[in-house]
């Protein structure tokens, strides 16, 4: 499933979290979080990784909002990071 940032998915799917680089000096590590909207904690999902995807499946209760980051770091250490948001809803 793709979704742009602000989008919404149903609780049980599975977000597949995915970057890319270009430009700096490769190679790359990609680090994928995720958090509640209005938590002070990202969970780590994938830090450090070579490959650029990781994947999770979110469940909850009710309705959440959800922040995620894709952080992209080249070999100098030079990094950007991306972040968006997801409307998770409740199943029925």
């Known amino acids: 499933m793709t979704v742009d940032s602000g989008s919404s998915i ?23 979080y995720y958090r509640a909207s209005g938590s002070d904690n990202w969970t780590a999902k994938a830090e450090d990784s070579s490959t650029a995807t ?6 909850v209760v009710s309705d959440t909002v959800y922040e995620f980051k894709i952080v992209v770091k080249d070999a100098n250490g030079v990094s950007l990071t991306k972040y968006f948001t997801l409307t998770v809803e409740a199943s029925e």
């Open 10 to 32: 149903t609780s049980g799917d599975t977000v597949t979290f995915s970057g890319s680089a270009t430009g700096g000096t490769s190679p790359y590590t990609y680090s994928f």
């Open 54 to 59: 990781a994947t999770q499946a979110i469940s």
